[in-house]
């Protein structure tokens, strides 16, 4: 073995060598849990046959599948990862300029989420973390399409020395991927000479397939500076014998964002929910295994004749009302037991036992409403969701917070883009149907300027039904103000274009407020408006200013806008006409002019 000091790459002016002996040494150690993850996705994926395990081969030879490890992580995923949180920027005591970036950094992230694919790409990680106890995705600033770059990785790609990420803090990391040589020429034209002469690298991942495709092994390699002043940290890409690309590394974190679907008590990589059900799984198919060869040995009828009696076999055959003459003893045909009714029984213990571990029930795996819940309130069916997902508490947090470390993530790239890129302005989402442009000193924030937080997309019930029921609920109780509300937070998408119509009056009025807010613009109000909605909102959004510190000429235009509103209301109004007055007869006084009249008594005097 090496000298530590021969493997410390980072301190290296040409650190591929150093580099690459620290990769091998640490590939070394890493073999038995890249094994675990090859059977951990032949148990979920039916994947690899019988190449990679001599003791476990004939388990997945000829086999006849119960995959209860892909129905259980199937149906955890769907419950769990169905949900897309949504990272919001809080600032603490902030003045309305803060504000405004926070929500323009909020507005920013959403929107490379969209263009980027993230939240599909971390469902998948969250099936990874299933699986083999760890998802992985990276973020990188990509320069040629000015975004984001969110790519899923397998967590076997990923390297980090076990002793150092022995209370998961590594210094140092490796991701190992096989990069076509062509596509590497593309990527690296400067180091076209070494590429080109490296020899091909035998894919070690035991795919057992001989292919045509020339792949080299490429490295990737962080190194974590000690503080931000520091100069220790570095980012290299490199191949066996030469340096790829080669920079400062500034970041204080890897730039990957690690899902566990289980913390383990020391070390650095999750444990899986396939790993928990993996003897279940085992055993279901030794079992199975045994089934088939006695239905196969044993599941057909057995004929009995007397040895000497006179019975022509041809017989014995299929035809309706075939006559079999006899001569003795009557032949017996006889259908034994297969096998004992015992060892059903076991595999079906076998696997419910397997839902009860993760957490579900066998109903929410075949997608039933458990019977007479279906009719059941909105309040009744979300408890039903709640008490299915309680198990599930520290994993939900966990997805919460993967998204929240996303954000940051997109927020870190694209500070890095801004200085890769000239006069970097992203395009955001400026309201529901519309996109603008913004440069990034507009949104650009300390990071220490706000507090980032997550919420679930929802938390209604997912049964239209249900979701009406509760929604009309909330309504009678007066936490819902209108009708347009409950359309909006249904979120059907075949209503979508009916309720697009009703929320349009109210979606108008926040264009305007936003407007004069955010941009300086003055849109008046027009007589086909809903003027007293208007008016309103306008009034309720003006407060809010006055608190955060707007600048005055902006509420101006609000205040113009109110008296605008106003005048129009009460020029909309119907002028009360006084009632014509008989000749010479002035007009009664009425109650609020005087006393109230009273009834003659038959003793005034006339």
Not at 301 to 309: D, F, L, M, N, T
Not at 403 to 428: D, F, I, N, W
Request: hydrophobic content about 40%; glycine content about 6%; some cysteine.
């Amino acid at each position: 073995m090496k000298d530590k000091q021969d493997l410390e790459w980072w301190t290296s002016e040409e650190p591929h060598e150093e580099a690459w002996a620290a990769y091998l040494l640490i590939n070394e150690n890493d073999q038995p849990r890249q094994e675990a993850y090859k059977l951990f996705l032949s148990m979920y994926g039916n994947m690899y046959g019988a190449r990679f395990s001599n003791d476990l081969g004939p388990i997945f030879t000829e086999r006849v599948t119960l995959n209860v490890c892909k129905s259980v992580v199937d149906t955890v995923a769907s419950k769990i990862a169905k949900t897309k949180p949504k990272a919001a920027f809080l600032t603490s005591a902030g003045n309305y300029s803060l504000k405004r970036k926070a929500k323009l950094l909020e507005r920013y992230v959403d929107s490379q989420f969209y263009l980027a694919k993230v939240p599909p790409k971390m469902q998948d990680a969250f099936i990874d973390a299933l699986c083999f106890g760890t998802g992985v995705v990276k973020f990188y600033p990509d320069a040629d399409t000015k975004q984001t770059g969110v790519d899923r990785v397998y967590p076997g790609e990923i390297l980090v020395d076990a002793t150092e990420g022995m209370y998961r803090a590594p210094r140092q990391m490796f991701q190992k991927k096989y990069i076509s040589r062509d596509h590497l020429l593309k990527m690296f034209p400067e180091s076209a000479d070494a590429i080109s002469a490296a020899p091909e690298i035998q894919n070690e991942e035991g795919w057992g397939q001989d292919s045509t495709a020339d792949q080299l092994v490429v490295i990737e390699a962080w190194h974590l500076p000690s503080n931000s002043d520091a100069t220790d940290g570095r980012h290299i890409i490199f191949i066996d014998g030469h340096t790829l690309h080669d920079e400062p590394w500034k970041q204080p974190d890897f730039p990957f964002v690690f899902l566990r679907w289980n913390t383990r008590r020391r070390g650095f990589w999750g444990q899986g929910l396939v790993e928990d059900l993996a003897g279940i799984q085992l055993e279901i198919n030794r079992l199975l295994q045994k089934i088939q060869k006695v239905f196969h040995l044993l599941a057909v009828p057995r004929i009995y004749v007397e040895q000497g009696s006179k019975i022509n076999k041809a017989y014995f055959n299929n035809m309706i009302g075939c006559v079999v003459p006899y001569v003795g003893v009557k032949p017996d045909i006889s259908t034994q037991q297969t096998i004992h009714p015992e060892i059903f029984n076991h595999l079906e213990r076998l696997y419910a036992k397997a839902f009860e571990i993760a957490g579900i029930s066998q109903d929410t795996a075949a997608g039933a409403v458990p019977a007479g819940l279906d009719e059941a309130s909105g309040v009744a069916l979300l408890r039903y969701s709640e008490s299915q997902t309680t198990r599930f508490a520290l994993a939900v947090q966990a997805w919460e917070e993967a998204h929240c470390e996303a954000a940051r993530m997109v927020v870190s790239c694209g500070k890095q883009l801004s200085k890769l890129v000239r006069g970097y302005s992203p395009v955001t989402s400026r309201d529901r149907n519309t996109i603008a442009t913004v440069k990034w000193n507009e949104i650009d924030m300390q990071e220490d300027a706000y507090v980032l937080k997550v919420y679930p997309a929802s938390s209604l019930p997912d049964l239209p039904s249900g979701r009406i029921k509760m929604l009309l609920s909330m309504q009678q109780l007066g936490l819902i103000r209108d009708q347009a509300s409950v359309a909006r937070l249904l979120d059907f998408p075949d209503l979508e274009s009916d309720f697009a119509l009703d929320r349009a009056a109210s979606e108008d009025i926040d264009r305007q407020i936003e407007l004069m807010l955010d941009e300086g613009r003055f849109e008046p109000p027009e007589p086909f408006q809903d003027l007293q909605l208007a008016l309103k909102k306008v009034q309720s959004a003006y407060l809010k200013a006055r608190c955060d510190g707007v600048p005055e000429e902006r509420m101006d235009l609000m205040r113009e806008y109110m008296n605008i509103c106003q005048n129009m209301i009460m020029a909309s109004q119907p002028v009360e006409q006084p009632l014509p007055s008989e000749a010479g007869i002035p007009p009664a006084v009425t109650a609020q002019q005087g006393a109230a009249p009273t009834a003659p008594t038959g003793n005034e005097v006339m």
